[in-house]
């Protein structure tokens, strides 16, 4: 059976979600070989095999944290050449898609970026895309070179599946280019103890009419009795109420978890771009005519300040 | 010497219009208004900054796009750019990314360069990968995704900037020539004065084709793509939800919705 690459998304060892997804697809079209590079790449052997990796290739060296994207492009690059796979996949991050990008040119193929789904085709595998924020599916291919594609995350519910995960030493010769860029100084974001916002099966989310940074408390108290991540429009990460790194939509993250609640967010078009594909959506808004009502399974026209906490206290009694 | 600058810009259709997809599953550009990419009046803003910052510099803005996308350019030249170069050619309807990407590089060799900025991504293909493969092709270095970037030192000189990540933010800096990209966080993009939109008229736009940037027909368009698209279907709209008013319960109420569902 032909093998396909997939690029591991990991954080000193330990895989992220996203990349036991990609297992699950990779699983469709072929005999997934996972690439960890990086501090802890070794430790994420058994991870993988347990999701279906027949082989991880692995490889760590200074470069990978001392320099931008490249020493990976490289590495990737070299695991392609090994392999002769019949497709790469790539978790769809900033980075990722980057890598994935600069892969397709160098091996002369095409790339698909932020496939949502991936199944296998007489003509290669064939990707689904979500386009104009989501208000369009498109189905495509790679129609020349090996097929590159980068997949979001819950593109596909992670499945175990025991496989033999080998751990084999990748080798690398790091190209002139990968060392143009200088990482100088890095700062970790600090963890919140929530969920990661896309790959949180709830989100919880507030926007300018949560009106101030304090006022996020309510919003993080509904995500805590949930166990959800929190999220916020443009409008309040524009206002400083709450972190960037929060942002839900076009130029935030994307999340389509299984329940999406929206409060005090209009549901502008790039809003809407990041949560369409949510499966249940909720909001709380007091304008009727406000778009997200348009969008949702169940809303509620209201103050925030009044229904949440009720929510929230509603939610605590029931758990009890 | 002065401080080259070329900003990508890419003419898109208007996202709040009604945007779909043509016969042929390209983008259907006659039925919305196009307008420069929101995410590029960023890269503009932060060119005009460095410029600013320069002893001396000059800044160029480049499209490929059909005959309309002139309007993207114009957009760019009213908030203060000084030049403008269309790539315009029947032969690229349809192109892809990678063609893209390379009619892109082939253009900003030909214009002559020591930094290019680009947006984060298009508010159309969103790919957001076009920038890196940029460098790629230039073979000079990425600096992608900044949310504050500065350049010192001149066309020899060092770009340094902040790429705000998942799990960090980074600092980040390389030697000209290179490739940025900046984000959405990189600072609001000014509007261009009456000044600005009367100058623009006056400022020189070159059109360049296939065959000045010496690229064969079959290595772009539909024809020479890397993808291929076989549907587009509408997402089928979501079927109306419960909507109640709050009175006093809407909070409950909306508990056992959730308790239903089993979200609780
Ligand atoms: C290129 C570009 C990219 C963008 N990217 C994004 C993106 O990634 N994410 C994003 O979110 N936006 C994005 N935007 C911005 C987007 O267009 C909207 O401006 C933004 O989403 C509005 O945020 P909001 O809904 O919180 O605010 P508003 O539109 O101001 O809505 C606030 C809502 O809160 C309601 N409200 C007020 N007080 C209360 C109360 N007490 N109780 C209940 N409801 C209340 C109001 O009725 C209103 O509906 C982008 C814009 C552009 C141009
Ligand atoms: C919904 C949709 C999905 C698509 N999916 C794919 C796909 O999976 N694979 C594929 O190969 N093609 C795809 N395309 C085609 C692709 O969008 C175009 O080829 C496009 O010009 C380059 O990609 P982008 O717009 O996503 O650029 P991005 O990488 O998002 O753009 C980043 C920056 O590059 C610059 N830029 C991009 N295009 C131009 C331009 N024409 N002129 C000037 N500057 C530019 C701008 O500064 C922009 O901000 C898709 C198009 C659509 C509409």
Do not use: C
């Amino acid at each position: 059976m032909a093998e396909v690459l997939v690029y591991v998304d990991h954080v000193d060892g330990a895989v992220r979600k996203p990349t036991l997804e990609l297992l699950t697809l990779a699983r469709r079209i072929g005999e997934p070989v996972a690439v960890a590079l990086g501090p802890g790449a070794a430790d994420t052997a058994a991870a993988l095999a347990e999701h279906g990796a027949v082989k991880v290739l692995t490889h760590d060296a200074a470069q990978y944290a001392d320099y931008l994207v490249v020493p990976k492009v490289d590495a990737l690059q070299a695991a392609y050449e090994a392999v002769s796979p019949a497709a790469v996949l790539v978790p769809s991050s900033a980075e990722g898609k980057e890598i994935a990008a600069r892969l397709a040119v160098r091996i002369g193929s095409g790339i698909i970026t932020d496939a949502v789904d991936l199944e296998a085709g007489d003509e290669g595998p064939v990707a689904t895309q979500s386009a104009f924020a989501a208000s369009f599916t498109t189905k495509s291919r790679i129609s020349k070179g090996t097929p590159v594609i980068t997949v979001k995350p819950n593109s596909a519910a992670v499945e175990a599946a025991p496989a033999a995960g080998a751990v084999e030493a990748l080798a690398v010769s790091f190209s002139a280019k990968a060392t143009g860029t200088k990482v100088t100084g890095r700062t970790p974001r600090e963890s919140t103890g929530r969920p990661e916002l896309t790959e949180a099966a709830i989100v919880v989310s507030g926007g300018r009419g949560v009106n101030g940074a304090e006022n996020f408390s309510i919003i993080e108290a509904l995500a805590d009795s949930l166990g959800a991540a929190v999220g916020a429009s443009r409008a309040a990460v524009d206002a400083g109420w709450y972190p960037h790194t929060n942002q839900v939509g076009q130029t935030g993250k994307s999340v389509s978890p299984q329940l999406y609640i929206a409060s005090g967010i209009s549901g502008a078009i790039q809003h809407r771009a990041g949560m369409q594909t949510s499966k249940t959506i909720v909001a709380v808004n007091k304008d009727a005519e406000a778009p997200i009502f348009d969008l949702v399974d169940y809303g509620v026209v209201g103050d925030l300040f009044e229904v949440v906490p009720q929510l929230t206290e509603e939610i605590n009694t029931r758990k009890g | 010497m002065s401080l080259r600058i070329v900003v990508t810009v890419k003419y898109v259709p208007d996202a709040t219009g009604d945007r779909h997809f043509a016969d042929d599953l390209t983008v259907d550009r006659d039925d919305v208004d196009g307008l420069l990419s929101e995410l590029d009046e960023y890269a503009v803003e932060q060119a005009l900054q460095i410029a600013d910052e320069a002893d001396d510099a000059e800044i160029t803005v480049l499209t490929v796009g059909p005959e309309d996308a002139k309007d993207a350019l114009r957009k760019a030249l009213s908030m203060g750019a000084d030049k403008a170069i269309h790539v315009e050619d029947d032969d690229l309807h349809g192109t892809d990314i990678i063609g893209t990407s390379l009619v892109l590089a082939k253009a900003i060799e030909k214009a002559g360069y020591d930094l290019v900025i680009s947006g984060m991504a298009s508010t159309d293909g969103t790919a957001g990968v076009v920038p890196a493969l940029l460098a790629e092709r230039l073979g000079v270095p990425q600096v992608t995704l900044l949310s504050e970037v500065s350049v010192e030192g001149g066309p020899n000189g060092t770009v340094k900037g902040r790429r705000d990540g998942d799990t960090a933010s980074e600092q980040l800096e390389a030697s000209l020539p290179a490739v940025v990209s900046v984000t959405d966080q990189s600072g609001e993009a000014r509007y261009p004065s009456f000044k600005g939109i009367m100058a623009a008229k006056k400022k020189p736009v070159q059109s360049w084709d296939l065959e000045d940037l010496e690229i064969e027909t079959d290595e772009v368009g539909l024809e020479g793509s890397w993808t291929k698209v076989d549907s587009a279907t509408e997402r089928p709209a979501r079927t109306a939800g419960t909507i109640v008013k709050d009175e006093g319960e809407g909070g409950k109420q909306l508990a056992a919705f959730l308790a239903e569902r089993k979200f609780v």
